[in-house]
């Protein structure tokens, strides 16, 4: 299919591209950097060879939140998005804007938010899991009701959210002891990142916001295959979910949430998600340059669905969320 969109991939500066160093063996390393610090030109091959018309672009993991320090963080999110705006510039028919933002402070986020909209014409926000905060050993998760003002200016500014993994903290990644290689993106990733999504679903953040749009990457991090039983869990039982929000789980994941096919190019589960979410809320990514152009297009070019959700969730889907046009 010609005229994709993808918009799980990532790019790195000097200064974020050791945070990428763990997730590839010392063989791949060199292969990897060069590939994390490029923008105009191996990308854009592998984007001409594989029918890819435009990139939204974000900052690698877990890059600004794994900063306690907010000056640090702020001054490490405006370098960043600017770097980034001055790529977009350089070819805005091939490349587009997700803000990397300080979420230390939900003033200081909200602030950058809103310069990388109206001032670097960024169409989004791609935010790598929960935030470290000075002074604290705890991951500070989104749904704190500190962050409500921050979610009020996303929805007023009406630009989707990318909710990406990032891994554990050690001291919340006791269950991996000793099976490191479930650290990552083989199931720490889709683990964290999902019980962030749920934590955002069943807080009642959407009942006071419910024009907001989150987008979760990997297919939905597993959880489309999980919700009717969310819902239903023990359902002859008296006392059933309580939580602050007004409205079943899947209510919230059909009508807030976005998932990309980034880095997990399976039919199978493609035609799960598409039953679970619909082929409205679905859209192609790779998660370049961690995952490869090619094995995530020609997967999804010749993957077994009607013409008319491929070109949904190739690129019309992603047009309109974006409002690219
Ligand atoms: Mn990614």
Redesign the pocket.
């Known amino acids: 299919m010609q005229g994709k969109v993808a918009l799980?991939e990532?790019f790195a500066l000097e200064e974020t591209l050791q945070d990428s160093a763990g997730f590839a063996p010392e063989a791949d390393w060199p292969e990897l950097k060069v590939r994390l610090l490029d923008i105009q030109d191996r990308r854009l091959r592998e984007m001409d060879a594989n029918g890819i018309e435009m990139m939204l672009l974000s900052l690698n993991?877990p890059a600004v939140q794994a900063i306690p320090d907010l000056k640090t963080a702020t001054e490490l999110s405006r370098r960043a998005n600017d770097y980034l705006a001055e790529h977009v510039q350089r070819r805005p028919g091939r490349f587009k804007g997700l803000a990397a933002l300080p979420m230390q402070s939900p003033i200081a986020a909200t602030r950058e938010l809103i310069r990388c909209v109206k001032e670097l014409g960024f169409c989004g926000a791609l935010t790598n899991g929960f935030t470290q905060i000075e002074g604290s050993d705890a991951a500070v998760y989104y749904d704190l009701k500190s962050y409500w003002p921050f979610w009020e200016e996303v929805e007023r500014l009406d630009v989707p959210f990318y909710l990406?993994?990032r891994n554990p903290l050690p001291k919340d990644a006791a269950i991996y002891e000793g099976h490191r290689w479930l650290m990552g993106p083989t199931w720490a990733f889709g683990q964290e990142t999902a019980v962030h999504a749920l934590r955002l679903m069943g807080s009642g953040l959407f009942d006071a916001y419910p024009g907001l749009n989150i987008i979760l990457?990997h297919m939905g991090e597993g959880l489309p295959y999980s919700m009717w039983r969310i819902d239903n869990h023990n359902k002859w039982m008296r006392e059933q979910n309580r939580y602050p929000a007004k409205r079943k789980i899947a209510d919230y994941f059909r009508e807030n949430f976005y998932i990309t096919t980034?880095?997990n190019f399976r039919s199978q589960t493609l035609i799960d998600a598409m039953l679970e979410i619909g082929s409205d809320r679905i859209l192609f990514s790779a998660?370049w340059p961690?995952e490869n152009i090619d094995h995530a297009s020609q997967w999804f070019d010749a993957a077994p669905i009607a013409e008319g959700d491929r070109t949904k969730i190739g690129r019309d889907n992603a047009w309109s969320l974006f409002k690219l046009g």
């Open positions: 799980e990532h993991a990406h993994p990457g980034s880095g998660d961690f």
